[in-house]
């Protein structure tokens, strides 16, 4: 038990510490690649918050499994960012309902990782939003109908299929 936490304590810094090594490797290929400027790369700097979180949350999972949330959110708009660098930044009027996507995948994270159920609520009105949003960018509402009857079938199943607690009877 105890050489696993003492893995999972080293874990952390291993982590960051390869960010940091990435990082550095970034800025010496910058130099190197004409192509590739600060300018372009700025939301590999994200990636600098996300290895602080990270190494919290392998340090102690249960206590700091909360960082996921932000963690996910970080990473999601890491790439998005970098995605509108490379291509324009005027795609944004087309992509704009991945703003809901990024929250919406952070609370979907953080109840996989807690199994705490009210995170999916938030989580499913985000991406639904997102869904409708994109369906009606895309004029296609067939993934909308898709997505929500996939939902709704996960929010009634774990209506029959969680354990009741029993209820208290005023007999006594």
Do not use: H
């Amino acid at each position: 038990m105890n050489e696993q936490k003492n893995k999972e304590s080293k874990l952390g810094p291993l982590v960051f510490g390869a960010i940091l090594v990435g990082i550095g490797v970034l800025f010496l290929v910058i130099n190197l690649v004409p192509v590739l400027s600060v300018a372009k790369l700025w939301p590999l700097f994200m990636l600098i918050p996300i290895g602080l979180m990270a190494t919290t949350y392998f340090q102690d999972r249960k206590k700091s499994e909360g960082v996921i949330l932000p963690v996910i959110i970080l990473l999601f708009f890491c790439g998005y960012f970098l995605w509108l660098n490379f291509t324009s930044w005027g795609n944004v009027a087309e992509t704009w309902p991945n703003f809901l996507i990024g929250p919406g995948l952070g609370f979907l994270g953080l109840f996989l990782v807690s199994k705490k159920w009210e995170y999916l609520i938030p989580s499913f009105i985000l991406l639904i939003l997102a869904a409708v949003f994109y369906a009606a960018i895309i004029e296609n509402t067939i993934l909308v109908g898709v997505l929500l009857i996939g939902m709704g079938a996960i929010l009634i199943g774990r209506y029959f299929f969680t354990p009741k607690e029993p209820r208290e009877t005023g007999d006594q």
